[in-house]
Every structure is written in C-alpha cells, then in structure tokens.
C-alpha cells in the first residue's frame, strides 16, 4: 500500500470522526433546545395542570364580612371558583370586570347553584383596609336575597403575599413596566376547580356567553355541565340534516342520558359527626357514604312544618325503602327536646322497624349547629319570641328543608318540602322524589 494511500485513508478516518462528533454536538443543542422549548410550554400550561392548585401558599385573608380566611383551606380545596384581582380606586378595567362578573353569577346559578364562587382579590392591600373593601364590596356586589346565588368575596390581606399569589396564579407580565401597572391585571380572570383539577384563564372583556361556555368547560363538576355545548350542536346538526324526515326531530333541550348528573353540586360533606339513634346506639354518619341519603331536622312536637318533612320522607321510603343503596336520616333539631326514647316512639308510631333504612338521631350539640349550617347549608335555628310561640315548646325556628346527598356525600338539592302554599311544598317533594330517583339510577362506582 503508498503511502499516500495510507495518508488518505487516515483522513478519511478523521474526517468520519470529526463529522460524527459534529452530528452529536448538533443533536445535543437540538435536544437541549427542545428541552428548553418544552419546558417554556409546561411553564406556560401551568394553569391547566391538575396539581396547579396544591402548590398554593394558604395565606390569610379578610373578606368584606370581616372574616379571616385562608386561601386554599376556606376557599379553594374542592372547589369551583373564578378569581380575579382589583382595587378599590381602580378606574380601568375594574368597573367592566365588576360588570362582567354579576353577569356571570346569574347566568352560573342554574348551572352551579353555589356549588361556584367568586373571588376578587385586591391589588393595593395598603390602601384597601378591610374597612374599605367592605364599602366597596356593598357599592359593587349590594345584598342578594337570592339563597342560591354563587358568592362573590372580595378579599385583602398581607400586600406581599397577595403579589405571590398573583404570580402563581399567572396575573403578571415579563415586563416590569407594565407588570408594575395594576390596572393591566384587572381584565382576566382565573377560572379552576380543585377536585377536578382543571385550570385556565380567560379575558373578562369577551361575550359573557362565551365566557359561560368555557366556564363549564373547564370548572363543570361533571361531563355534562362540560361538553352540554358541544351535545347540543352535534343534535342541532342531526337535526338540520335530518330535515323533513317524519322521525328525525330531535329535541336539542332534551337533558342527557343520565340526567342526574346535570343536578348542581351544592357542597362536599366532609366530617359526619357521630349521633345517637333511636335505638340507643352510636352510628356514624361516614357510614352512609355509598348510599343515595336523605337528611333533614325533625322536632316530635312542632306544631306545623315537621308534619310536612315527615309526609315526604314516609313517601320516600315507601318507595325507596326496600334498596340497600339509600337511607334516611332525621336529626334533633338545636335546642329540642327529644330524647331516644321519644324517637323510639315517634318511629313506632310511623310503623318503621329497626330494620328501616331511616335514622332518628341525636347529634352532639356541640357539633350539630356547625354540621347544620356550615355542613347541610341549613340556616341556623332561630329562637321565637314567647308571644309568637303556638304552645309552649314551640321554642326555635327550623329549617325545614330536606337535604339530598348523592353516594359520594355531596350535596345535589335541598327542598322546601314544608311550605305556606301547601302546592309549593307539594311540589318540591315531587323533584326530591324524581332526583333521589336519578341518583339510584347511577352506578354506584
């Protein structure tokens, strides 16, 4: 072999290697650049990541009613809520905002119930006090005497942490100039659902329709609540291309297959309390989980409201008694008299047995006020003035409203089963009857 083919044949090696050294270092910079370029995203994405939420800092913050709330505790785990940022002296986007979100709050209530709130948040703690808030709270949001109606907060607290939070939620821009502005923060709003994990945002300058939609799409409790859009104009095309044909009308208001999923979720129920039955044992509430439950305060010797409760829950269990996925419960009500024993009777008198899927129960009344209200969502008892009283243990004003629990414990309806117009009451047993209904028609996954 020449040396001058030994020479070439050298280079050729060389040159393999140098090359192969470059494809490696180009692969490199392009894996890194994607690396960069995906992180960017995931960073980007935050919103929509379902653990987006556990990383929130639970500071403390005073609502216009003056109460000390901390953020992720009281007011975001497991549940649905749209978040803004404002300021009292805000004469930017703020007022439109205001706007824009008491429209929303009447759109959301016969989707939601107040299974959603509203969280506005201020930009300028120093100067908003929760003094001022409060003003400013009652001029933009005024008192609703709609039950039913989402919340709205308007909250201010620690002016450092609240810019954390805001950060975190994703209320900033990359320029300092304009990130300083507050009034640049004022137009968007969070929308996200802890139990679901679902986050995003959206500009609250848009159509308010289209801002329901995407509020159902990304915080709806269930399938239904998100994709109803989408439902309804995949029908309205079937309808449309099935025009003139005598069975092709499609009713595109018509609810989905399993209509129970379109019943609000009011609440979570999270801490049962144990009670004392009417048979002298402790039973636990938690023990219920997995049943479709009926819950509601029953007092033996009211003179007129209970007898309308007791009617709808003897129909209740005459037709639903017989299946082991549902139960029943009535609770002494604050201040009452009842003892196990008058239960026991009470009970007896209505024809049950023990072996009636219907509890007569005692709780602490340490607990029961708090499991009542903050719990149920009952409205706490009422003390009745000696000269209005209709006999002489006539002593509270209950809420009589029965409590519909599907088997995951959350709330789906509360029903004015007792009312002054006899055909109002009869009608609100009727829905609880045709909803409990639905919710044993569930799987019971």
């Known amino acids: 072999m020449s040396s001058s083919f030994r020479v070439f044949n050298h280079l050729r090696i060389v040159v393999g290697l140098l090359c192969l050294f470059l494809a490696q270092q180009r692969q490199a910079r392009a894996t890194s650049a994607a690396t960069s370029a995906a992180q960017k995203v995931t960073s980007g994405q935050d919103l929509v990541r379902r653990d987006f939420a556990d990383k929130f800092q639970d500071i403390a913050l005073i609502n ?35 706007t824009r979100i008491a429209q929303l709050r009447r759109e959301l209530k016969p989707i939601f119930g107040k299974s959603i709130s509203f969280l506005s948040i201020s930009l300028d703690a120093e100067r908003d006090t929760p003094a001022v808030v409060a003003r400013y709270a009652r001029m933009v949001a005024g008192e609703s005497t709609e039950s039913d109606l989402p919340d709205w907060q308007f909250l201010t607290g620690n002016a450092k942490e609240i810019d954390q939070l805001r950060r975190h939620l994703g209320f900033y821009d990359p320029r300092p100039e304009i990130d300083q502005d507050r009034s640049e923060h004022g137009s968007m709003l969070a929308l996200g659902n802890h139990a679901t994990g679902r986050w995003a945002m959206i500009n609250a300058t848009l159509d308010t329709e289209l801002i329901v939609r995407r509020v159902k799409r990304i915080i709806g409790w269930t399938e239904a609540q ?30 989905p297959v399993n209509p129970a999923q379109d019943l609000p979720i009011l609440g979570q129920l999270t801490n049962l309390p144990n009670a004392t039955e009417r048979s002298g044992d402790t039973v636990k509430l938690n023990d219920l989980r997995g049943k479709v439950t009926v819950m509601g305060q029953l007092y033996t010797v009211c003179p007129h409201g ?23 419960v009535s609770l002494a009500t604050v201040g009452a008299q009842d003892t196990p024993e008058l239960f026991q009777a009470y009970a007896n008198n209505l024809g049950l047995t023990s072996k009636t899927p219907w509890w007569f129960a005692i709780a602490p009344p340490d607990v029961l006020p708090t499991f009542l209200t903050q719990d149920l969502g009952l409205n706490a008892p009422k003390p009745i003035p000696a000269e209005e009283r209709l006999n002489p ?53």
């Open 306 to 328: 209970s007898l309308a409760v007791i009617k709808a829950m003897t129909a209740l269990n005459k037709a639903y008694g017989e299946r082991p996925d549902f139960h029943q």
């Open 64 to 98: 216009q009613r003056g109460e000390t709330v901390r953020f992720s505790t009281d007011l975001v785990k497991n549940r649905a809520v749209i978040i803004n940022f404002f300021y009292t002296n805000c004469e930017g986007a703020c007022p439109q905002t205001n």
């Open 393 to 445: 243990l006539d002593l509270y004003e209950n809420d009589l409203r029965l409590v519909l629990l599907d088997r995951q414990g959350r709330i789906r309806g509360r029903y004015s089963v007792f009312h002054p117009d006899p055909a109002i009451g009869e009608a609100a047993a009727a829905d609880l009857q045709r909803d409990v209904q639905q919710l044993l028609n569930q799987p019971a996954s």
């Open 226 to 255: 998100r994709y109803e859009d989408i439902r309804r104009e995949a029908m309205q095309r079937n309808s449309a291309s099935h025009a003139g044909h005598e069975n092709a009308a499609v009713d595109v208001s018509a609810p």
